[in-house]
C-alpha cells in the first residue's frame, strides 16, 4: 500500500527559504531554535516545543531527515516518515518554521538560522549542545530545559511492541 499524500506544508521550509524568512525578522524578533527526531509525537515533545516557543518570538524547529534518523537511532527508525513527521508537527501552533537536515547534528542549520536562542531538552547540559559556541559567539543563549517526565519516543515504542504480544 503507497502511502497518502499528503497536503502541502507551508511551515516546510527549505535552508535557503528559511534565511530568506528570517532576514526581515531578526531586527525585530527573538529567533529561537531546537531540533530532534520527532518521531513518533508525545507530550514530553508537545511540552518542549511549548516552552521553547515561548521564551523567543518565532520558533524554528531542525528536523532530522529520515536517513538522518536511521544513522542515530538505527535501522528500524524512522516509525514515521519525514513528510508525516513535518506534517504532524506543523499542526502545532508553537511551530512556527521546520527545516529538514541530513546531516548527524544541526550545526550547519543553526549557523545558516543564527537563532538568539538555541533550546535543547533536559538530557542534553548546557555544554554538550551542539552549536553552542555558535549562538554564544553571537551573542545568544543556550538552553537545556527540564523534559516532562515519564515521556520517551523509545518507551513508547516499547510499550506499543508488548501490546504486540
Not at 107 to 123: C, H, S, T, Y
Not at 138 to 161: E, Q
Request: proline share 7%; glycine share 8%; hydrophobic share 40%.
Amino acid at each position: 500500500m503507497s502511502p497518502l499524500r499528503l497536503p502541502a506544508n507551508p511551515k516546510l521550509r527549505s535552508r535557503s527559504e528559511i534565511i530568506a524568512v528570517l532576514a526581515p525578522l531578526r531586527p525585530v524578533s527573538s529567533i529561537v531554535f531546537t531540533n530532534g527526531c520527532y518521531d513518533i509525537l508525545h507530550p514530553g515533545h508537545v511540552d518542549l516545543l511549548q516552552r521553547a516557543r515561548s521564551m523567543g518570538d518565532v520558533l524554528v524547529l531542525g528536523l532530522n531527515s529520515d536517513e538522518s534518523v536511521r544513522r542515530l537511532k538505527g535501522p528500524t527508525r524512522p516509525v514515521n516518515r519525514l513528510a508525516e513527521r513535518a506534517f504532524v508537527l506543523a499542526g502545532l501552533e508553537c511551530v512556527d518554521y521546520i527545516v529538514s537536515f541530513d546531516e548527524d547534528t544541526p550545526l550547519e542549520l543553526i549557523k545558516a538560522v543564527q537563532p538568539k536562542m538555541l533550546i535543547k531538552g533536559g538530557d542534553w547540559s548546557v555544554e554538550n549542545i551542539v552549536g553552542r559556541d555558535v549562538v554564544e559567539a553571537a551573542g545568544g543563549s543556550v538552553h537545556s530545559l527540564p523534559l516532562l517526565p515519564g515521556y520517551s519516543t523509545t518507551g513508547l515504542i516499547r510499550r506499543l511492541c508488548q501490546l504486540g504480544e
